[in-house]
């Protein structure tokens, strides 16, 4: 997705800027950053979910293999909805109807883009019921949503979601929701699925155990902007951003999965009071008064991005942020 920039109707600050995601094959992209960024705005807008007269994109491109459409003017094709791209949400009743059986949900979905008969579709929900650690999942397919425990209606989410084996998955903090050993179960159902079918998975978590244990690479964001992007270990090691410092500076130890994001001292600007240039700013213990233009994302390593007028800082400068 290249240069998305939305806004809500009736605010005078776009709510995410010039916000460019990669996600290659086979790779799990972290998307990280304090309440209120801008992550699940940036993935709604994705799936074509923002409410139409509210939102207001103007600009954006989206891009997968050889489908492309503009996100100003086009709404994600149906036909690749299930199909080419799917998510996952926080809570599973989003995506699932309590007044439909499992089995029918699932095959539903599976019809619309595959076709075939309708018996098909039931083997393949069961398939699916089955490889996301379902069991007994013939007699599952016939049962309502509420007849399933939190973490198996994750589950089925997520079965439904990968059913058509699609090329992305976003997945809006899947697994907050859901105690420990569920969500490590649910992760590493991810990772596997992610081997198996080379499906891209953008992730959208405030948990940095969880980027240690499953991502390719990471994206922080700040007021609806990328400011930092790059592969992870690299981020985690070598963070170069002073938001990106301020959050790994009480960064939980990768044994200590479930911890949540470091406060940075401050708190983010409402939309309508962000600053113009490096949103960060006022919350920058470097800021300068050239930080009031905007910075752009920039190579400061292959493939590692920062959008800072002083990246790379000097190590002495990192050490006291
Ligand atoms: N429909 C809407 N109308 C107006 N403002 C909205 C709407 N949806 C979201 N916002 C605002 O957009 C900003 C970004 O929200 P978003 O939910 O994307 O943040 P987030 O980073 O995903 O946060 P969280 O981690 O808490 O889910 C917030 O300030 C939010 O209040």
Redesign the pocket.
């Known amino acids: 997705m290249s240069d998305l920039t939305l806004r809500?109707k009736g605010?005078k600050n776009d709510?995410?800027q010039g916000v460019n995601l990669r996600v290659r094959r086979g790779e799990v992209l972290c998307v990280v950053?304090?309440?209120?960024?801008?992550?699940?705005?940036?993935s709604?807008a994705i799936m074509g979910l923002?409410?139409p007269n509210?939102?207001q994109i103007s600009s954006g491109k989206m891009r997968i293999s050889s489908d492309e459409w503009d996100l100003v003017t086009d709404r994600l094709p149906a036909e690749l909805r299930g199909n080419k791209i799917a998510m996952i949400f926080q809570e599973p009743m989003t995506s699932l109807n309590p007044a439909f059986r499992i089995g029918n949900q699932i095959a539903e979905v599976v019809q619309r883009h595959q076709g075939g008969t309708r018996a098909a579709s039931l083997d393949r929900a069961e398939e699916m019921l089955q490889r996301v650690g379902i069991a007994n999942p013939g007699q599952r397919l016939r049962e309502y949503p509420h007849q399933l425990s939190g973490g198996m209606r994750q589950r089925v989410m997520i079965a439904m979601a990968l059913a058509n084996e699609p090329q992305i998955l976003i997945a809006?903090?899947p697994t907050t929701a859901l105690d420990v050993t569920i969500q490590a179960q649910i992760l590493d159902l991810i990772a596997d699925l992610r081997d198996e079918t080379g499906m891209g998975t953008i992730m959208?978590t405030?948990d940095l155990g969880v980027v240690a244990e499953i991502a390719d690479t990471v994206a922080v964001?700040y007021g609806?902007q990328v400011v930092e992007q790059g592969p992870v270990e690299e981020v985690f090691r070598n963070p170069q951003h002073p938001y990106t410092i301020g959050l790994m500076s009480a960064m939980p130890r990768l044994d200590k999965p479930g911890e949540r994001l470091a406060i940075v001292p401050g708190t983010v600007p409402?939309?309508s009071n962000m600053p113009d240039g490096c949103r960060f700013r006022t919350r920058c213990a470097f800021a300068t008064s050239y930080c009031s233009k905007r910075p752009s994302l920039s190579d400061i390593a292959p493939d590692h991005s920062v959008a800072c007028h002083y990246a790379p800082l000097e190590a002495h400068v990192r050490v006291s942020a």
């Open positions: 809500f605010q709510v995410v950053g304090e309440s209120g960024c801008g992550k699940s705005v940036t709604m923002l409410p509210s939102a809006d903090e959208i405030h964001m609806g409402t939309i």
